[in-house]
Nanobody
Framework: QVQLVESGGGLVQAGGSLRLSCAAS????????LGWFRQAPGKEREFVAA????????YYADSVKGRFTISRDNAKNTVYLQMNGLKPEDTAVYYC??????????????????WGQGTQVTVSS
């Protein structure tokens, strides 16, 4: 079993920054890709960013490209999401997730089988 615990969310003004962290425990963290998703009220969960197990490749939604950066520290079993230039439309609950093996793309929630409880990010205008 894998446990993922997000932290770092909060209230920030537009243009500000936040850094989310996701600490993992359980099966070998470094063997799996990780992703960040978000869900705003009344909307479906959407992909934000993903990083391969070796951190050799990263993937971003067009809406956050150039503003957000995903990284991981396998020694600390932690994945991060640095969010700069935040906009009100970034307001959502942010979830980290561990990808299900090596098949499937990085963008769809169904390809991830372990999820954290989420952390709220609110960006005021």
């Amino acid at each position: 079993q894998v446990q993922l615990v997000e932290s770092g969310g909060g209230l920030v003004q537009a243009g500000g920054s936040l850094r989310l962290s996701c600490a993992a425990s359980g099966r070998t963290f470094s063997n799996y890709a990780l992703g960040w998703f978000r869900q705003a009220p009344g909307k479906e969960r959407e992909f934000v960013a993903a990083i391969t197990w070796s951190a050799g490749s990263t993937y971003y939604a067009d809406s956050v490209k150039g503003r957000f950066t995903i990284s991981r520290d396998n020694a600390k079993n932690t994945v991060y999401l640095q969010m700069n230039g935040l906009k009100p439309e970034d307001t959502a609950v942010y979830y980290c997730a561990q990808k299900r093996g090596y098949s499937g793309n990085y963008y769809q929630p169904r390809n991830y089988n372990f999820w954290g409880q989420g952390t709220q990010v609110t960006v005021s205008s």
